[in-house]
């Protein structure tokens, strides 16, 4: 019988399991108001685009604006009577040089002046500080980033401990990867880890730069992290993603799928040897370590040289006479 052959070689087969990973953007944050008040206006909306200091809302100002207003009135005041007193302690002082005042008396538009600049200055930090606390009621982007969900609309009445919406950048992501404890001897920083799709495609490729000390007591897996710079559309903070951590890199035979043949739960092949001066197939048990691409990395059963056959499999039986035709 003609049948295709091909010769097992060894090639590099990476040793590897598969996780959930979960990306997580290193600058998140969820935007929470600093003051009370309802909101008078929403400026972005979910998805969208925000730079550093960009206005997301807004806060009903109202009420501050009028402390802020009052104080500067009183700051006007206090600033013209200030200007009084420094006129009239210079008079004072002229007099007193004349000999026409008491040092008691010069003392007394001393002590005057002064306590009317320090009130001065004092209505001056006042309103600096409201005016400080007036710019918190309008709620701004921390960095530049993508708006999350926005829970809230207009007219509600929010607080401090309100969720607004939240602001992710989407780059410079790392992905968490829980390693069960039984790995703990076999996990270490640089440890390759590959991103992939729902179709198997590598996304980027990484390595481990975060191992943690503890055990998760929830999971009983170790935290690791892996950077993910590719700056891929497909990833956005919070996905679940699936993580394969290479463990080590051997050279292993590896043969064509489709020349296995599989016999009450055991794997087979047929390769091709001699007897009595003629090619005959003979039935190998193998053990099958995992898949790479379209083709099966053999732990035992083969080495690099033999000839299995990858044709016609399914019409073989044991020391039947073959004719190999090559690859």
Do not use: C
């Amino acid at each position: 019988m003609p049948v295709a052959v091909e010769t097992v070689s060894e090639k590099p087969v990476a040793s590897s399991s598969d996780y959930v990973a979960t990306i997580k953007s290193r600058r998140s944050v969820t935007v929470m108001p600093q003051v009370d008040g309802n909101l008078t206006a929403i400026a972005v909306h979910s998805g969208e685009q925000v730079h550093a200091g960009q206005v997301l809302m807004t806060v009903d100002p109202a009420k501050q604006q009028a402390l802020v207003n009052a104080q500067l009135a009183t700051e006007k005041q206090k600033k013209a009577l200030y200007d009084y007193n420094t006129i009239e302690i210079e008079r004072e002082r002229k007099l007193f040089a004349d000999g026409v005042v008491s040092r008691d008396a010069l003392d007394q538009a001393e002590q005057l002046y002064q306590n009317t600049r320090a009130d001065w200055q004092a209505a001056i930090a006042t309103r600096k500080s409201l005016e400080e606390q007036l710019a918190y009621y309008t709620i701004r982007a921390p960095f530049d980033g993508v708006v999350g969900d926005i829970p809230v609309h207009v007219g509600d009445y929010v607080t401090s401990s309100t969720a607004l919406t939240t602001v992710d950048e989407n780059r410079d992501f790392e992905a968490y990867i829980y390693i069960p404890t039984e790995r703990s001897s076999e996990v270490r920083m640089g440890l390759p880890v590959q991103l992939l799709d729902t179709d198997g495609n590598v996304i980027e490729s990484t390595a481990v730069d975060f191992l943690s000390p503890q055990v998760d007591s929830t999971l009983q897996g170790i935290l690791v992290k892996a950077p993910v710079h590719s700056g891929d559309q497909r990833l956005r903070s919070a996905q679940m993603v699936r993580a394969r951590v290479i463990w080590k890199t051997a050279p292993m035979p590896t043969i064509p799928i489709l020349s296995v043949v599989r016999q009450g739960g055991q794997s087979f092949v047929f390769v091709v040897a001699s007897e009595g001066g003629h090619s005959v197939a003979h039935q190998v048990s193998i053990t099958i370590d995992q898949t790479v691409g379209n083709a099966y990395a053999i732990s035992a059963g083969l080495k690099p040289g033999d000839r299995v056959i990858t044709s016609g499999t399914q019409f073989l039986a044991d020391h039947m006479p073959v004719m190999p035709l090559g690859a």
